[in-house]
């Protein structure tokens, strides 16, 4: 059984059941670990063990909109930039000989189901696998990285692609950091034992058209890799938060480019983990 681990009212719940429509359990209240969810995820070792308890006590069932971001208050959060092979030719880009690394915001972190306010006329979705970190440290093998990662989203690293390329060089920091331009989610769902775990597909879609759908095989640089070479340059810390690149299939890419605008619906899905909906404003 996977652990779902995610927020309802700033208060850490799990989730079982139906993806769409499923029963939330609280933590505090069933198995008195903190409510605050920064706090608990640092407790994630103990609820792995406790899932049994915390799937047959008593739970009500949630719609998605009731969710709040799963990792409201990270310290820190990182973003990788053209780790998709395909993605680095669609935009005329040399594969990276290391992981591209930039900051991304946390005054930008959006909910499963929040708004995203179109700024502009070249706004662009990008669907990421996103990594949340349970157990910080430095210098942390590759063949570790997994024991340190609380578990996956889906996440949209919404990109305002003319102030990213309004200068020389990018600012993809400012870019991909306007408000609500990073919702993730629906919870943290803990694929440490999955046996797709390096092969999960991750898309999305623009008003029912499939835009993205990419297996994670074609990332450049692993997820254990990331973490790992993350770790030997900063602190990894309980609740980091990590983007992991955008698959082939951005708006920016096509010919001629597809931005989003206002009305339009962003549907993301990571396999084995789940689905956010977000509509643009």
């Known amino acids: 059984m996977m652990l779902r681990f995610g ?18 359990v609280d ?30 006590s008593s739970a009500r069932p949630v719609d998605l909109s009731e969710l709040d971001c799963p990792v409201p208050r990270p310290s820190q959060l990182f973003a990788v930039g053209l780790n998709y092979r395909k993605h680095a030719e669609e935009m005329n880009s040399q594969t990276p000989s290391q992981p591209l690394v930039f900051a991304k915001f946390p ?45 996956l989203c889906a996440g949209q690293d919404v990109s305002d692609r003319g ?5 020389a060089p990018p600012q993809f920091s400012l870019g991909k950091s306007r408000r609500g331009f990073s919702p993730i989610g629906p919870w943290v769902g803990d694929v440490r034992e999955h046996p ?16 993205q ?13 990331v973490v790992s070479f993350l770790s030997s340059i900063v602190e990894l810390r309980s609740g980091d938060v990590i983007y992991t690149g955008s698959p082939s299939g951005v708006g920016h890419g096509m010919k001629p480019p597809k931005y989003l605008q206002p009305g339009d619906v962003i549907e993301t899905t990571l396999e084995g983990v789940g689905t956010i909906i977000n509509r643009c404003v």
């Not at 070792?45 to 308890?53: G, K, N, P, Y």
């Open 7 to 24: 927020s309802i009212g700033g208060r850490a719940h799990a989730f079982f059941g139906d993806d769409r429509k499923p029963n939330a």
């Open 27 to 56: 933590i505090e209240r069933t198995l008195g670990l903190p409510a605050d969810p920064m706090q608990c995820i640092g407790h994630w070792d103990e609820l792995r063990s406790r899932i049994d308890e915390l799937a047959n």
């Open 107 to 151: 005054s930008s972190l959006n909910s499963p189901t929040g708004t995203v306010t179109i700024v502009g006329d070249t706004c662009d979705y990008e669907s990421e696998v996103v990594v949340v970190i349970a157990k910080g440290g430095r210098d942390i093998p590759v063949g570790e990285a997994w024991s340190h990662i609380a578990g």
């Open 163 to 167: 102030l990213q390329y309004a200068g």
């Open 196 to 211: 797709r775990r390096d092969t999960l597909a991750i898309g999305c879609s623009v008003n029912g058209e499939p835009r």
């Open 213 to 225: 759908n990419t297996e994670i095989h074609d990332m450049i640089f692993s997820i254990d890799k």
